[in-house]
C-alpha cells in the first residue's frame, strides 16, 4: 500500500509533505535526544528550554499541513 498524496496544486503537496516531515524530524530529535546520542541543550533557543524548541518544530508541521490541507 503506497500513501499517495496529491492536491490540484503543486505547492500544497509540498506544504503538505514539508509539514509532516518537520513533525517527523522533530520526533526523530527528540527520540534522540531521550536515547542520549543529543542533548536537549544543544536545541536551547531564545530562553527555551531544548524540549520546548523541538515541540515547537512539531507544532509548526501540524499547522503548516493543516493550512495546506484546508479545502475551500
Do not use: N, P, W
Not at 506544504?15 to 513533525?23: D, N, W
Request: charged share 10%; proline share 0%.
Amino acid at each position: 500500500m503506497k500513501l499517495t498524496l496529491t492536491f490540484e496544486s503543486q505547492l500544497r503537496t509540498i506544504s503538505v509533505r514539508l509539514g509532516i516531515s518537520l513533525i517527523l524530524l522533530s520526533l526523530l530529535m527528540v527520540s534522540l535526544c531521550l536515547v542520549g546520542v543529543l542533548e536537549f541543550a544543544f536545541f536551547d533557543f531564545a530562553g527555551h528550554s531544548g524540549l520546548r524548541t523541538l515541540a515547537g518544530v512539531a507544532v509548526f508541521g501540524c499547522v503548516v499541513s493543516a493550512i495546506a490541507s484546508l479545502d475551500v
